[in-house]
């Protein structure tokens, strides 16, 4: 009995693994059927998790980049505000210096006014005394003045020091010492010509016979300024204009035009400023003197019975008289001139076009300051150039361009060979040497 109990539970042990290896063959039977959708389920779930894995990545990286660009722009409100306070600060130093140039116009118009009521008071009694004698031309010793008039110059002394440092004032202290001078009237104007206040160079001729920068002061608008004066026997020559060596451009803007640029103080170049010449040639009637000489060492020069500037408002119109043929070595290129001159010309520059040509501008096409037409029959403000013995053109401070020139078209070479310093009655395209613009009064 035993063993057929045992029997039976070995079939029945047989019947479970049999049971067990049908339920696993039907699984790897399943598994084998379904092999392609577990794969997909398993790839779907490991793309979940990489996009989770991704998800937690970028919103740390975000994270850093947002706070980078907090920190950044906390950067740029600092450096924004930083900007604004410099702003802020140019802002005010330019307003200063507003102000402090408003200061200066002010305190050199009280300057002005000041040494004008001294000079005044002394023409003043220099009139009386001349009145009282009845006298229309004489030498005369004058008389040391009054003790009041010293101390009201001494006054002006201690109170303007600082300003003036006694320079202008001890020059009117030393028209108070007695000295020969001489006082004449003329029917011409309504003020007197004294000899130690000269109005130009004629006036200094009585006295000097050595060239160089003298201070001239204008009677009629109340202003002074420095000149230089070249003195041929009686005459004493105003210069306006003197080019020599290249050392100055003449390709000045309109302001720099008006009062005038260049080494003056030194016997350089310059240009007197076209201010001063309408302050000049409105107090007397002046004739001009044009000397140039060309790379030959050629002298040519022109001369004209009138020169005379209009005002900044009329664009400092030139005005000119006749041409002196008899006096003059060279052709007529300034005045009227065939081919239209530059009689009752404004003057123009880069920017200020006030020629005659509607469709350019002459200035900014020959590169200088001129009363142009349409454009020039002379131009003595253009560029400064040398030349070589084989004829190659040079601008001074600059680089070396042949008169030859290759491939260009007919209109550029024509303003180049045109852009400097030209009188057409000596030579269309050559530019000259040397220029110098005087002018000496007329009637003396």
């Known amino acids: 009995m035993s063993f057929s109990i ?182 011409s104007s309504n003020f007197l010509i004294v000899e130690n206040i000269p109005t130009d160079c004629q006036d200094l001729a009585k006295s000097q016979n050595q060239n160089g920068i003298y201070k001239i002061t ?27 060596d290249g050392s100055v451009s003449f390709n000045q803007n309109w302001l720099l035009y008006k009062e005038g640029f260049g080494n003056l103080e030194k016997l350089g170049e310059f240009w007197l400023g076209l201010e001063k010449m309408y302050y000049l040639t409105n107090q007397y009637n002046y004739s ?51 081919m239209g001159g530059h009689n009752n010309m404004a003057f123009s520059t880069y920017d200020s076009d006030n020629d005659m040509r509607f469709y350019d501008n002459c200035a900014q096409i020959f590169k200088s300051g001129w009363w142009f037409n349409a454009c020039f029959q002379s131009n003595l403000n253009g560029i400064y150039y040398t030349y070589s013995e084989n004829g190659t053109k040079t601008e001074v401070s600059k680089h070396t361009r042949s008169n030859k020139l290759v491939k260009k078209d007919e209109h550029s070479q024509l303003r180049f060979l045109r852009n400097g310093i030209h009188w057409n009655s000596i030579d269309l395209n050559l530019s000259l040497k040397t220029t110098k613009l005087r002018i000496k009064r007329n009637n003396f």
Request: hydrophobic share 35%.
């Open 218 to 244: 204008i009677l009629k608008h109340n202003v002074s300024f420095d000149v230089l004066c070249e003195f041929e026997g009686d005459i004493g020559w105003t210069v306006l204009q003197d080019r020599h």
């Open 288 to 338: 001009l003197q044009i000397i140039m000489s060309d790379w030959k060492n050629e002298v040519y020069v022109a001369e004209y019975t009138k020169f005379k500037i209009d005002n900044e408002k009329n664009k400092f119109k030139l005005e000119l008289g006749a041409y002196l043929k008899n006096v003059s070595s060279v052709g007529d290129s300034f005045g009227d001139g065939v």
């Open 6 to 187: 045992m029997v039976s539970m070995e079939d029945e042990s047989d019947d479970n693994f049999d049971k067990q290896l049908a339920k696993l063959n039907d699984s790897v039977e399943f598994i084998g059927k379904n092999r392609s959708i577990l794969n997909h389920i398993v790839r779907l779930q490991l793309k979940k998790e990489i996009r989770k894995l991704k998800s937690s990545i970028t919103d740390s990286i975000m994270e850093e980049l947002v706070n980078n660009y907090g920190k950044k722009l906390e950067m740029t409100d600092t450096l924004k505000l930083n900007f604004d306070q410099m702003s802020q600060k140019l802002s005010t130093f330019g307003q200063s210096l507003t102000t402090l140039g408003h200061n200066y116009k002010i305190l050199s118009r009280n300057h002005r006014n000041l040494v004008d009521l001294v000079r005044n008071n002394i023409i003043s009694n220099k009139q009386e005394q001349i009145k009282s004698n009845n006298l229309k031309k004489k030498s005369i010793e004058t008389k040391p003045k009054d003790k009041l008039k010293l101390e009201f110059i001494s006054d002006l002394e201690n109170k303007y020091s600082v300003l003036f440092d006694g320079g202008i004032l001890g020059v009117l202290r030393s028209l108070n010492e007695p000295t020969t001078i001489e006082v004449k009237t003329t029917t």
